[in-house]
Every structure is written in structure tokens, then in C-alpha cells.
């Protein structure tokens, strides 16, 4: 294995565990909270993720770019490419689905949310059931691809 394989399969892990624990973690607590609280923290973890998801997603797909041209047609190939088009899925659902939503969530008073706001919560989850299985299945993939 090559360090641009290391390299990428480490930017992948990072980005699906990072997107498990959004998902499966933050997300489920954040139901627990009272409205006021729970939007404040959802502002709150929107302003911090438009910093850390890009800072890992760029790298990785930049990173499977190198692999696949590195590696060629060398054993795995069709790992890879089926690890591809998995983080493919996962950044089309972001900026065509959660990223959307994330920028009018940014744009929201704490104080004063809009009547709608539940909705909008929902409409995210489940797009984020998609971008996180995604983003786990393009990491399970490309590890499968380098054994």
C-alpha cells in the first residue's frame, strides 16, 4: 500500500466516522433537548461543520482522485471504484441536499426560528441518513480495496 492509499483511506475513515457520530450521535441528543436549546445548538454545530466536513471532504475526494490514478488497474479496482461512487453519493447529497438546508439554519434567530423549523430538522435527518451511510460505505469499500 502506497502513502496516497494510506493518506486517502484515512481522510475516508475520518470523514465516515465523523459523519457517524453527526448522524448517530449528536443528532439523536439534539432531539432530546428543549426547542430553545436545541436550536441554539443546531446553529451552533452548523457554524462548526461547514468548517470541519469540507476540511475532510475535499482532502478525501482529492485523495481518491490520486488513488484511482495511482492504482490504476491493479487488484481492487472495482472496490475502488464502487468506494467512488459511494463518497460521489455522499457529496452530491451534501451540497445538493444538506448543504441548502444548513445555509438558511445558519441564516436563523435562536430567539425567533421559524414556525417550519421542525420540518426543516426532519427534511435534514433524512437526507443525513443518506449522506452518513454513504460516506460509511465509501470507507468500508476502499479499506476492502486495500486488504
Known amino acids: 500500500m502506497t502513502a496516497v492509499h494510506v493518506v486517502q483511506l484515512v481522510l475516508v475513515g475520518l470523514l465516515a466516522g465523523e459523519e457517524f457520530i453527526v448522524r448517530w450521535g449528536l443528532h439523536p441528543a439534539l432531539a432530546t433537548l428543549p426547542e430553545d436549546a436545541h436550536v441554539r445548538t443546531r446553529i451552533a454545530l452548523v457554524h462548526r461543520l461547514k468548517v470541519v466536513v469540507p476540511a475532510l471532504m475535499v482532502p478525501a475526494v482529492v485523495a481518491t482522485v490520486a488513488v484511482l490514478v495511482v492504482a490504476g488497474p491493479a487488484p481492487g479496482l ?13 457529496v452530491l447529497a451534501s451540497f445538493l441536499g444538506t448543504v441548502p438546508i444548513n445555509i438558511g439554519v445558519d441564516a436563523w434567530d435562536p430567539a425567533a426560528p421559524p414556525p417550519d423549523w421542525r420540518d426543516v430538522v426532519l427534511r435534514w435527518a433524512r437526507l443525513d441518513v443518506l449522506r452518513s451511510a454513504a460516506a460509511i460505505a465509501a470507507f468500508i469499500l476502499f479499506a476492502i480495496a486495500s486488504g
Open 78 to 90: 472495482g472496490w475502488r471504484i464502487a468506494g467512488a461512487m459511494a463518497l460521489l453519493v455522499f
